[in-house]
């Protein structure tokens, strides 16, 4: 830091803040202001950024700012020398007007530079352009940022003036900006900066604090105004008092991200208190109560050391009395409620089975081409019934049938229209009240599986069964009435149905070829949709590569064994690995030239070629040396392909290399005579057909 470099900090004080928007609007009200001040030069390379972001405040301390940017030389365009001077090298009225837009005279007009810009040439000033002061530089910066942050919904509000409106996310009341511990009396939504701030609305030890320097600002919060500033500090301090309160217990709170993120967002000084609620509850499914506790009242559930749900359950309160009783017992009066809600819920829905609920899907909607839920329902069961005939016997096809038949019946139950997140769980808990295998009652829970990136697929095979041919349903559909996403919008979730499909296929039903499954789908719809069969296959195959690339295969490496449309989506990480371990061959390079060779050879005949070699005309000796190695090489490696050794299989037809490029170097495919042409294109289609059983090896050729 040089001697009149200081350190800067800029707050934005408002009311309280959206608490799932706060860390986004943090992070970029601090990445914006430092973005700007650099590209001026008021911050260097090396300032330090920290980021400030409670409920009612945006902060940023930015270390090593200077007063002013140094003053730098820029070159400006002025126009076309045709255009600047007359025939007599004399300035043109349109010369002088610019330059006196510039701020100059038409005596710089002999300091001009002449360069070629294009097909002309043109006149060019050069000038030096004075720093920017910092108070200039932030006033540009802070009005960036104000009109660059990602705001969930804009408020109008009006200023004390009683005239002015003004926009943004929450009513602002305070502006405060120090460098170092100088003012800088910047302007921002109707307010000017100061250096006041204020601190917790009921744990300050002073209503407002004057803040001495920009590094005292944030232990002048903490010690003066009971408020921990920073967003990720914060977070820390809550997880920290979450593990020691539940480890006291000997338990352990639930892990949720973004439930973390929101309570942070929530208090400005956080303070874990231990509560709980009546051991009767627990009779309620766990994932119920936990999804209220947690959407509900923000609340930390406790889980054993098997996972399973306690009574006990943490509170991240923003008040910190010396004694906690009321604050505790006011929480635990609160869950009771909706507790007892959920119980209430549970109870009623089991008044009715599942199988009393499918007629009520009939009424419900599900789109306006493809009829009812109940319309759905049917068609899964359609589907997962041919998916059963590929995969296993008529139990399999009688459970897949059941499952397929139930559910969706939980749609219609009280607790997943209260708590819709529970769709399919609550369906499981129901078909075990029913009475129902476990099988189904698995199958129904994990139908919708898997939900995201990284899920878990469906335990068994009845509810595998069921998730592809749910999952199937709505592509088909979808696709079969053009209903396909477009740019960052898919409202039925397509992309992640493919991507579903395709691990499931990938992972646990490798056998079942994609074309197969597509076309049993199909028939379940009648004459609702058009046939979608080749742009779902497309969409289905371009999910899969870019999960692959995302898995860290190259795009060439993707592209190579996608190109064959593999149908066992199961052996496509295994013909991945073959084609890396090919490539890293000494004879990779050559083969995959001449394979791309070949192909276009083959795609520029205008004759039917055939994979047949007569042996009778083979002429030269590198044709036959050629035929007779593809003749040894062949059976060995189709019978490891077959095997599903795919390395092996490569690394056999590897050894053709020598061969090949004397084939190339001395026989002319394209002869005269008819008949020796057709049989060294045989010999090509022949040797092509076998190189590409793996993969398209020509798309490995630079």
């Known amino acids: 830091m040089t001697a009149n ?70 070159q400006q365009k002025l126009m076309p020398v045709a255009v600047a001077l007359d025939k007599d090298g004399n300035a043109t009225p349109a010369l002088l007007k610019k330059l006196a837009a510039l701020g100059f005279d038409a005596s710089v007009v002999a300091q001009l530079k002449r360069a070629p810009d294009g097909k002309a040439e043109a006149l060019f000033l050069d000038s030096v352009q004075a ?77 407002r604090i004057s803040v ?17 500033a920073g967003f990720a500090e914060r977070r820390a301090d809550i997880v920290r008092q979450l593990d020691a309160a539940a480890a006291k217990l000997g338990l352990k709170p639930i892990q949720d991200e973004a439930l973390l993120d929101e309570v942070t967002a929530l208090v400005e000084r956080p303070n874990v208190l231990s509560c709980q609620f009546e051991p009767e509850f627990l009779a309620v499914p766990q994932e119920c109560l936990i999804l209220t506790m947690k959407a509900n009242q923000k609340y930390f559930p406790l889980l054993d050391a098997e996972g399973k749900l306690t009574n006990h359950f943490l509170v991240v309160s923003n008040i910190s009395p010396i004694d906690a009783s009321a604050v505790i017992g006011g929480n635990e009066r609160v869950v ?70 139930l559910a969706k019946a939980d749609l219609l139950t009280d607790m997943v229209g209260e708590f819709p997140e529970l ?10 009240h029913d009475g ?63 991507l579903g499909l395709v691990r499931m296929l990938s992972e646990r039903a490798g056998s079942l070829s994609l074309d197969a499954l597509i076309a049993a789908a199909v028939p379940a719809f009648g004459d609702l949709i058009q046939n979608p069969a080749a742009p779902l296959a497309d969409f289905i195959f371009d999910r899969l590569s870019g999960a692959l690339r ?18 066992r989506l199961g052996d496509v990480s295994q013909r991945l690995a073959a084609v890396r371990a090919f490539a890293a061959l000494p004879e990779a390079a050559s083969l ?50 077959n095997q599903g050794e795919y390395a092996a299989s490569l690394r056999e037809l590897a050894s053709l290399k020598n061969p090949v490029d004397a084939f190339f170097d001395g026989v002319m495919v394209n002869a005269e005579d008819a008949a020796l042409r057709a049989n060294r294109l045989g010999l090509l289609k022949s040797l092509h057909e076998a190189m590409n059983r793996v993969a398209d090896l020509a798309r490995l050729a630079s």
């Open 5 to 74: 470099n200081k350190n800067l900090l800029i707050e934005l004080f408002v009311e309280e803040l959206p608490p799932k928007a706060l860390k986004k609007l943090g992070d970029a009200f601090a990445q914006v202001l430092v973005d700007s001040l650099k590209a001026q030069g008021l911050a260097g390379a090396d300032s330090a950024a920290t980021a400030f972001a409670s409920p009612r405040r945006l902060g940023l301390h930015l270390s090593d700012v200077a007063p002013k940017a140094a003053d730098r030389a820029v």
């Open 131 to 207: 720093g920017a002061t910092l108070e200039q530089g932030l006033q540009k910066a802070l009005d960036e940022t104000l009109a660059k942050l990602p705001i969930p919904k804009v408020m109008t509000y009006q200023l004390a003036d009683g005239w002015s409106d003004v926009k943004f996310v929450r009513p602002a009341h305070g502006l405060l900006a120090l460098h170092g511990n100088d003012l800088l009396p910047v302007r921002a939504l109707g307010l000017t900066a100061g250096r006041e701030t204020r601190g917790h609305r009921f744990e300050a030890q002073v209503e």
């Open 212 to 228: 001495d320097s920009a590094d005292s600002y944030a232990t002048q919060l903490r010690e003066q105004g009971a408020v921990i």
């Open 336 to 405: 009771r409620p909706r507790l007892s809600d959920a119980k209430f819920f549970f109870d009623q829905d089991r008044k009715k089975t599942l199988a009393e609920r499918v007629p009520g899907l009939a009424k419900v909607v599900y789109h306006g081409k493809l009829g009812t839920q109940g319309d759905r329902v049917e068609r899964v069961r359609a589907i997962a019934r041919a998916i059963a005939a590929l995969l296993g016997g008529p139990e399999l096809s009688a459970q897949v049938d059941q499952a397929a038949h």
């Open 423 to 432: 769709q399919g769980i609550m369906g499981g808990y129901y078909a075990r």
């Open 436 to 498: 129902l295998s476990e099988a189904v009652a698995h199958a129904i829970e994990d139908h919708y599986k898997p939900r995201f990136a990284g899920d878990e697929l469906p335990r068994n095979q009845v509810g595998l069964v069921v998730a592809m041919a749910d999952k199937l349903e709505t592509l088909v559909g979808m696709f079969g009435i053009g209903q396909l996403p477009t740019g960052d919008k898919d409202p039925f979730a397509l992309r992640r149905h493919a």
């Open 550 to 567: 995302d898995q860290g295969f190259s795009a060439q490496e993707v592209d190579a064994v996608l190109a064959l449309r593999p149908q």
């Open 592 to 641: 995959a030239a001449a394979n791309k060779r070949i192909g276009n050879i083959l795609k520029k005949s205008d004759e039917t070629v055939q994979a047949a070699i007569n042996d009778a005309l083979l002429q030269e000796p590198a044709e036959q040396h050629l035929a007779t190695a593809l003749k040894n090489v062949q059976p060995i490696a189709d019978d490891l392909f």
